[in-house]
């Protein structure tokens, strides 16, 4: 099994920086690609950034150019650097992961969220 757990959310005005970070526990080695979602107040949850064991990133347009997603194996942990923050994003983060080698979309295990408030 694994476990995910988010931390580093906060309130920030808009235009700062925070930096969340995915901490990675249990079957590690099953752990394929990692990413971040978000659900705001009366949306949609929708996907953000994701990236796979090779590195290969993907963002959604509305972060792009402003988020950055990294991933540190050897410590078993996933960040989401978000830059020129916007109240738009003020939002509950999630960490999500697939099985390595799934061919499946869907996420297989999630962390309980991390909530991130962009004041104006």
């Known amino acids: 099994q694994v476990q995910l757990v988010e931390s580093g959310g906060g309130v920030v005005q808009a235009g700062g920086s925070l930096r969340l970070t995915c901490t990675i526990s249990?079957?590690?080695?099953?752990?394929?690609?990692v990413g971040w979602h978000r659900q705001g107040p009366g949306k949609q949850r929708e996907e953000v950034a994701s990236?796979?064991?090779?590195?290969?990133?993907q963002y959604t347009d509305a972060v792009k150019g402003r988020f950055l997603i990294s991933r540190d194996d050897a410590r078993n942990m996933v960040h989401l650097q978000a830059n020129g923050l916007e109240p738009e994003d003020t939002s509950t983060y999630y960490c999500?992961?697939?099985?390595?080698?799934?061919?499946?979309?869907?996420?297989?295990?999630w962390g309980q969220g991390t909530q991130l408030t962009v004041s104006s």
């Open positions: 999500a992961a697939r099985r390595r080698w799934s061919l499946a979309q869907a996420y297989d295990f």
């Open positions: 249990g079957s590690t080695f099953a752990v394929g690609t």
């Open positions: 990236i796979t064991r090779n590195n290969e990133i």
